[in-house]
């Protein structure tokens, strides 16, 4: 794969997201438990997060539990929480000495999240808070309207008034982090299922059929591929 011509394009995105959806389907097609596709999802998450800092893409946010996923059967949700707690010791481990960003968006005051997650990403957090290099934004127990909200009462709160845009935006869990360029959903679904709504205004998006565990750096090139042909007009006509 001849990635200098990608990575210098200048259309390439500065920031992408990934909505990693079909880690179920593809272990139900395999005939294993869904937990599988789930790990096999957080493997592959670990080689794209990578692929993306390889690629010289600034930021990468990635939707790993929304809000809704409480709804999800105990054994489930307990054990996406413990791989969320190994993901943020690797993230630990591989990043802590290098110049790499860690945001958490998502509620962590949340007394279900087990207290070693919620310890763990608050921690890292604060350690990379003022860091300029690649950012990875993971979205747990992230719901984009109750984002929105948050926003809103700290707003009263402060008791500010006639705010623009750009106070707005420094209420949300993403306030340093650059314009959503493009989202990535995998396996099919073509809905944003509450992931970063004020964020993904003017983002551009993509729907690969592939379930998430067997998204590919390939899949990755192609989809970066149509992106880079999209023509972004932001309402405007060109003069
Ligand atoms: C990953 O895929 C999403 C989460 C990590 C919550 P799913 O678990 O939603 O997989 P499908 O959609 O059931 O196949
Ligand atoms: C969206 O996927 C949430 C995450 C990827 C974490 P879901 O599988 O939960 O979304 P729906 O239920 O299909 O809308
Ligand atoms: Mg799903």
Not at 173 to 186: A, C, G
Request: aromatic share 10%; net charge positive; charged share 30%.
């Amino acid at each position: 794969m001849n990635l200098e011509k990608i990575i210098n394009n200048p259309k390439m995105p500065k920031h992408i997201a990934f909505i990693i959806d079909g880690n179920g389907r593809w272990a139900k097609k395999r005939g294993l438990p869904r937990s599988l596709g789930h790990k096999a999802g957080f493997d592959n998450l670990k080689k794209q997060t990578e692929f993306v800092q390889e690629l010289g893409i600034k930021t990468l946010s990635m939707y790993c539990f929304s809000k809704e996923n409480w709804n999800r059967p105990k054994q489930e949700v307990d054990y996406l929480m413990q791989l969320f707690d190994q993901m943020l010791d690797e993230y630990k481990k591989d990043y802590l000495a290098k110049d790499v960003k860690i945001v958490i968006s998502g509620d962590m005051e949340d007394e279900r999240i087990p207290s070693s997650v919620r310890q763990k990403a608050k921690e890292l957090m604060a350690l990379t808070k003022d860091r300029q290099g690649f950012v990875i934004n993971a979205c747990i127990n992230y719901g984009g309207r109750q984002e929105i909200i948050k926003a809103v009462n700290e707003i009263i709160d402060e008791g500010l008034k006639n705010i623009d845009d750009r106070i707005f935006e420094q209420h949300l869990y993403t306030k340093d982090l650059l314009p959503l360029d493009f989202i990535i959903r995998t396996s099919g679904e073509q809905r944003t299922s509450n992931f970063l709504p004020w964020q993904a205004t003017y983002s551009e998006w993509h729907f690969p059929k592939t379930y998430w565990p067997s998204f590919s750096k390939k899949d990755l090139i192609k989809a970066l591929k149509i992106y880079m042909k999209r023509n972004r007009r932001f309402g405007a006509i060109k003069g």
